[in-house]
């Protein structure tokens, strides 16, 4: 009955003459008045120059399974595990450049028709686990297209190898030194 | 002896303008005998040996004389310090939600909000309890379908992606108590005849959490919060739907308005079914503020 009398104050009818008599209501506090509007979009930094970390999502074959593990009814019964595909080739979403240095990184892990598949049943939610996979997939790719670490110089390599033997020579030098004095810490034997 | 106190206790009796029970003395015999004071009394000296030796150490705490550690040290406040100030937003799953739009308890072609809700019945808010508006939790996500308009009190980052997958609208709003008040239950207020009051601003401390755009909070810029659409669909990987321009989508409330359609500072009588504006000038300064 509350609900029948809210309809005859909230009901369609009286909200069209509430509306014919109500004008737009603008406060001091309206968002309209606190924000300008304009603002520019801001590019998101990423830590790949190449790739921004935005997928079309469209371009992306899910599918949905039910997951492994324990669980009795619930989990035979709920589609929670996600799988995620695209072929890597095909990709319009993906610069050449990208392609070329995700290839060469996860080529032996793509599929024998070149797609790679991301899969996750880390929560007992679809919605979780959709999140997880995706961001599994941007992390492929990140590391894919992230800059390699500076290769060491072959004087800085022997500079290195150099230290490490000084460093060794040392602590075995401290280390004898110390094994004396414990051993002289001993009286004579018989 | 005896006899010339009782002469003098009864003359005094006769003498006395008032009697009350802090006149009056105890019977001889009901007084209670002394107490002795805190520390080493009575069996529990000892002389010449310590109390160790004895074993008679005195009441529980004492510390030979000194201020004990359980004076010294000051008392902690209570566990439960501040909980009447505490503001609570009873949850409202989205299965709930779900389950209340399918049975027709809430229509969802039109603006949900706390009246919505509290009208179905079965969502309560009683201000008396502290209690400023409904939380929407995320528990039934993953079969949330509806596509709403809905404005709530509190709601986290899956509840706002899971309304949005379905091309709906999440806002979260605070009302304060007088607001709440109306709000919770309109058709009582509306019959006490005052007018629509200004919605308060949210307090110091929840501010933060209105102004973000992550929550989609109802002081936010508009442009922040749809990049932070965006950002969401990304994350939680679903297409974006425009947000329809059409009569409920476009329904929304200032931070003043507790009521759609009804301005703060007007009189709606429901028996003759007019409204009655102010027509002061400071009133309407003050209520358009």
Known sequence: MLVNSLKTVCGRNINNNIRHYCSQYTSSISVGRLYSGDHPKRNPTSPSPDFSGVIPIKELKTTYSCSSGPGGQNVNKVATKVDIRFHVESASWLSEEVKSKLLEKCGSELTKDGWLVVKSDRTRSQTLNQADALEKLRATIRSATAPSKPKISAEEAEKIRKGKLKASRERLHFKRIRSSVKSERQGPSD | ?289
């Open chain 2, 1 to 289: 002896m005896a006899n010339g106190a009782r002469e003098k206790a009864l003359q005094f009796l006769r003498e006395v303008p008032r009697l009350s029970a802090s006149n009056i003395g105890k019977l001889p015999g009901t007084r209670a005998p002394k107490k002795r004071g805190y520390g080493m009394k009575g069996k529990n000296r000892t002389w010449g040996a310590s109390a160790r030796q004895k074993m008679h150490f005195g009441p529980l705490g004492y510390e030979s004389g000194g201020t004990p550690i359980q004076r010294k040290t000051a008392f902690e406040r209570s566990y439960n310090y501040g909980i009447h100030a505490v503001k609570q937003f009873p949850p409202v799953t989205l299965e709930q939600l779900q389950l209340a739009i399918d049975t027709g308890r809430i229509d969802s072609e039109k603006p949900i909000d706390m009246a919505a809700l509290c009208g179905t019945g079965i969502f309560r808010i009683d201000p008396e309890k502290n209690q400023f508006g409904f939380n929407l939790t995320s528990d039934g996500m993953d079969l949330f379908k509806a596509k709403v308009n809905i404005e709530v009190q509190w709601a986290d980052e899956q509840t706002i992606a899971a309304v949005e997958r379905n091309g709906g609208r999440i806002t979260t709003a605070y009302y304060d108590l007088h607001s709440v008040v109306a709000l919770s239950d309109p058709i009582r207020f509306l019959k006490s005849g005052v007018p629509v009051p200004r919605r308060l601003t949210p307090p110091g401390n929840l501010l933060h959490f209105y102004v973000d755009p992550a929550n989609r909070g109802y002081l936010a810029d508009p442009s922040l919060v749809e990049e932070q659409r965006e950002i969401l669909a990304q994350k939680y990987g679903y297409q974006l739907q425009e947000i329809p321009k059409d009569e409920l989508f476009s329904q929304t409330k200032d931070p003043r308005q507790i009521f759609y359609g009804l301005e703060p500072g007007w009189l709606i009588s429901l028996q003759d079914k007019t409204i009655f504006k102010p027509k002061i000038s400071d009133l309407q300064s003050f209520y358009s503020t």
